[in-house]
Nanobody, 121 residues
Framework: QVQLVESGGGLVQAGGSLRLSCAAS????????MGWYRQAPGKQRELVAA???????NYADSVKGRFAISKDNPKNTVYLQMNSLKPEDTAVYYC???????????????WGQGTQVTVSS
């Protein structure tokens, strides 16, 4: 089994910063990519940022220059540093990872439970 456990959400004023963490654990053979998605009330879930096993990153246009994704390979952990937060960043943030389990032939998508980020104006 594989688990993704997120932490770091909370309430912050506009212009502030938060750092999200997501740790993967279980019978992991390899992790192809990890990323963060978010879903605001009444909206579809959207990609915020992603990072490949090789370190290539991808960001939504709305967060470029403000958010930074990074990872710690030995810890199977991905981080999202969020700076200059805006009220429109308010959402539930979900960690996602493409993980190949030990003994498996393919990687599958796994999701964390979500962490609330609220930015007040």
């Amino acid at each position: 089994q594989v688990q993704l456990v997120e932490s770091g959400g909370g309430l912050v004023q506009a212009g502030g910063s938060l750092r999200l963490s997501c740790a993967a654990s279980g019978t992991i053979f390899s992790i192809n990519a990890m990323g963060w998605y978010r879903q605001a009330p009444g909206k579809q879930r959207e990609l915020v940022a992603a990072i490949t096993s090789g370190g290539r990153t991808n960001y939504a246009d709305s967060v470029k220059g403000r958010f930074a994704i990074s990872k710690d390979n030995p810890k199977n952990t991905v981080y999202l540093q969020m700076n200059s937060l805006k009220p429109e960043d308010t959402a539930v943030y979900y960690c996602n990872a493409a993980i190949r389990q030990i003994g498996a032939s393919y990687a599958y998508d796994y999701w964390g439970q979500g962490t609330q980020v609220t930015v007040s104006s």
